[in-house]
């Protein structure tokens, strides 16, 4: 019997997630006003943070099977950011508050720095809708 070898694996969606944030801020970044395509890619923020933060969880979940405790620690310790700022977006979108995104942004963005983007390589029906989707569930808090 052979091998399985996941093809989708945590830190491929992690990256993949960290790649859409990077070049979602750099397009939030060229608009000078929010509209709805702003809306929805602020959205989509939101949804991109949870899936890092999941697939967060289940490296360190794995990493403690092996016994690799200092590993989690200093690992989950690198993203613990993560779950208040999308519920602070989150915040932000379900009221409307969309002067205080810019510094929000703000705070995101060093966090990206070391994507480097050359070409756009996600499209605008990846983040399509992800407003509407988002008022359409209830509110999360904080996510731990």
Do not use: C
């Not at 602020?42 to 360190?60: F, P």
């Not at 379900?94 to 060093?110: K, N, S, T, Y």
């Not at 756009?120 to 992800?130: I, N, Y």
């Amino acid at each position: 019997m052979s091998r399985v070898i996941h093809v989708d694996n945590p830190g491929k969606r992690r990256n993949q997630a960290r790649r859409s944030i990077a070049e979602i801020l750099r397009l939030l970044g060229r608009k000078a006003q929010i509209d709805d395509e702003a809306r929805d890619m602020a959205a989509m923020l939101v949804y991109l943070l949870r899936e890092i933060k999941a697939t967060v969880d289940e490296s360190a979940a794995a990493w403690e099977k092996r016994g690799y405790w200092m590993k989690v620690e200093r690992f989950v310790r690198d993203y613990e950011w993560i779950p208040e700022l999308a519920a602070n977006i989150d915040d932000v979108i379900r009221h409307g508050a969309w002067d205080l995104l810019p510094e929000l942004l703000a705070d995101l963005m060093p966090r990206f720095d070391d994507i480097h983007i050359k070409t756009m390589t996600r499209k605008p029906s990846d983040w399509r809708g992800a407003y509407r989707k988002l008022l359409a569930e209830p509110p999360v808090s904080v996510l731990r």
